[in-house]
Nanobody, 125 residues
Framework: QVQLVESGGGLVQAGGSLRLSCAASRRTFSTYNMGWFRQAPGKDREFVAALSRSGSSTYYADSVKGRFTISRDNAKNTVYLQMNSLKPEDTAVYYC??????????????????WGQGTQVTVSS
């Protein structure tokens, strides 16, 4: 069982930056693939970014590529999402997720077993 808690959301103007954090409850955090998803009102939950358990492979949605960066600090049991050049279209509740499966595509929700409660990100025009 892994518990995840997101933080760092808030209200920013377009063009601004935020860094989201996701703290995990286990020291075995390093064995998990990690992902970020988001869900805007009236829309399905969509993939944002993912990082393999090794930390060597990253994946990004086309909509955020070049603006967002996912990283992890295994010593702190924390994964981050650095969000730069934010746009109003980025407004959503952001969720972090952890998954322990092997050989699965990390851009889908099926890859993950544990989910945080989400943190709101609002980008104003």
């Amino acid at each position: 069982q892994v518990q995840l808690v997101e933080s760092g959301g808030g209200l920013v103007q377009a063009g601004g930056s935020l860094r989201l954090s996701c703290a995990a409850s286990r020291r075995t955090f390093s064995t998990y693939n990690m992902g970020w998803f988001r869900q805007a009102p009236g829309k399905d939950r969509e993939f944002v970014a993912a990082l393999s358990r090794s930390g060597s492979s990253t994946y990004y949605a086309d909509s955020v590529k070049g603006r967002f960066t996912i990283s992890r600090d295994n010593a702190k049991n924390t994964v981050y999402l650095q969000m730069n050049s934010l746009k109003p279209e980025d407004t959503a509740v952001y969720y972090c997720a952890a998954g322990g499966r092997t050989g699965i595509v990390l851009t889908t929700t099926r890859a993950y077993d544990y989910w945080g409660q989400g943190t709101q990100v609002t980008v104003s025009s």
